[in-house]
């Protein structure tokens, strides 16, 4: 499988498995999961005067999210961090799951495992950071954005072309869906 034509041209993923067991993989899918900063955003956290705390995220982004829902697949965001700015995100795009404040994700992923009765070749996870590996390293199939650090980049099946916050999640959804032969 080739990555199919992306919403940023010229900033190819890279796959780490063929296509054929991508395809397989991607099928198999009934979550997407998402670390929130890195991933759905680009990572900086801006505080106001009054110690508010503000964050960007890409509308195509939330598009990918809301094309993966209409294609059947539970979108989730499993983050360490709890702020105002991500549960608004979640309500506005109308998301099915939210675990916030989790600093032990693989215990959070677990659980969300067993409360959803859900194995981990069902879910694809995208994340960027060390707290994020070890969700990676179990679930169906693994996103980084292209600026994750290295040690995530190199146990992902997939790289994305965009940085986070910059269309790597919207990339991912594309993939996906292009795998399932649905487009959302």
Partial sequence: MNPPAM?????????????????????????????????????????????????????????????????GILIGLLTGRNDDAVHQRAIDLGLDLLLTGEKDKDKAFSSFLTRNDVSESQVAFAGDDLPDLPVLKRCGLSFAPADAVESVRTQVDVVLGPPGGRGAVRQMAEMILAARDDRG
């Fill in 7 to 71: 919403s940023q041209p010229g900033k190819a993923a890279r796959l780490r498995l063929d296509g054929e067991e991508f395809s397989r993989r991607a099928a198999q899918l009934s979550w997407a999961l998402f670390d929130v900063d890195g991933v759905l955003t680009d990572g900086r956290l801006i505080y106001g005067t009054t110690g508010q705390l503000w964050k960007a995220f890409d509308v195509k982004d939330g598009q990918g999210l809301k094309l993966l829902q209409r294609a």
